[in-house]
């Protein structure tokens, strides 16, 4: 199995009123991400690349090591999970990347994020 596709990313996502402020152009959203395990060796997670889109398709890149100031590790069979979030400048958006891991056996690869929707309830009719 490619190592790409043991692993398994789900991601939740809500809207953040008491931190947004629309009249000055700021929406809040927290997102919830699983990362899973599937395959047979453990493998780490290095660094993380984001594109963060908002509704008037401006792009924020963000690349940095780990995530929340963590580098961790996942055992087969088991999940990794953090919240984090992101600032938008309009009431929708989406986000998009991937981590760059590496298993036990040193091997390197990237697991793709879907895009997931970033949406202040009552924004999209």
Known sequence: ME???SIN???ESQYMDEQSSPANDRYAFAYTITISNKGNEPVQ???RH???TDG???VQEVRGEGVVG???IINPGSSYRYSSG???DTAVG???GSYHMQSQSGQQFDAPIAPFPLIRPGAVH
């Open 3 to 5: 190592l790409a596709s």
């Open 9 to 11: 990313i789900n991601v």
């Open 45 to 47: 997670l290095l660094t």
């Open 50 to 52: 984001w594109l963060i």
């Open 56 to 58: 008037n398709n401006n």
């Open 70 to 72: 963590e580098q961790p």
């Open 86 to 88: 992101a600032l938008l």
């Open 94 to 96: 989406t986000m998009e």
